[in-house]
């Protein structure tokens, strides 16, 4: 049950996009689209992104889109802003019935 | 409103037990599959239990099997994690998390557990 690989950091500048790429070292991660994207602000509970690899849920900004080729899943933040800056977990569903977490990136806003 | 609130957190040696609760409010919690997820304070999310509806389908982390129980009581809406066996190595703030179609959708304020003599 190894994590995720998940950059550490990614920056970039208000209203610039950023991507946060998500690779697992098994098959195990390619044969479902069970990605989510978790946002953590610090002190506080993870909040859903993304799930399903690219849907939004109610309320999350369409600024916030998902998407996986093969066994590399990606977040990708548009007109990035303040706001934004903030650990990004990602974690998919296994073919053992269990869930893995990504290593976490924490996004910074220039 | 969808609510999870942890408690039980607590101090505990190495080699003790404790129990977590979840309670939750504003949905049916009896529909729903749950989830403990834990952080170590500066560290990332790892993910520890899933337990259905019924109870009849329970999987673990392999850090947590054989020490960690997960169980319910859907008449008081309430998630649990027994906890036995407990490390230095198991502190971490622990989080409940509602599971709809395998991902999690509502998560509780996390309830801290530290484990040190």
């Known amino acids: 049950q190894s994590a995720l690989t998940q950059p550490a950091s990614v920056s970039g500048s208000p209203g610039q996009s950023i991507t946060i790429s998500c690779s697992a070292t098994?098959?195990?991660?390619?044969?479902?689209?069970?990605v989510s994207w978790y946002q953590q602000h610090p002190g506080k509970a993870p909040k859903l992104m993304i799930y399903?690899?690219?849907y939004r849920p109610s309320g999350v900004s369409s600024r916030f889109s998902g998407s996986k080729s093969g066994n590399t899943a990606s977040l990708t933040i548009s007109g990035l802003q303040a706001e934004d800056e903030a650990d990004y977990y990602c974690n998919s569903y296994t073919t053992s019935n269990t869930y893995v977490f990504g290593t976490g990136t924490k996004v910074t806003v220039l | 409103e969808v609510q999870l609130v942890e408690s039980g957190g607590d101090l505990v040696e190495p080699g003790g037990s404790l129990r977590l609760s979840c309670a939750a409010s504003g949905f049916t919690f009896s529909s729903f599959w749950f989830h403990w997820v834990r952080q170590v304070p500066g560290k990332g999310l790892v993910w520890i239990s899933r337990i259905s509806p019924d109870e009849r389908t329970i999987s673990y982390a392999d850090s947590v099997k054989g020490r960690f129980t997960i169980s319910r009581d859907n008449a008081k809406n309430t998630l649990y994690l027994q906890m036995n066996s407990l490390r230095a190595e198991d502190t971490a703030v622990y989080y409940c998390a509602r599971d709809l179609f395998a991902y999690h959708d509502y998560w509780g304020q996390g309830t801290l557990v530290t484990v040190s003599p």
């Open positions: 098994s098959s195990d991660f390619g044969v479902n689209n069970h």
């Open positions: 399903d690899v690219d």
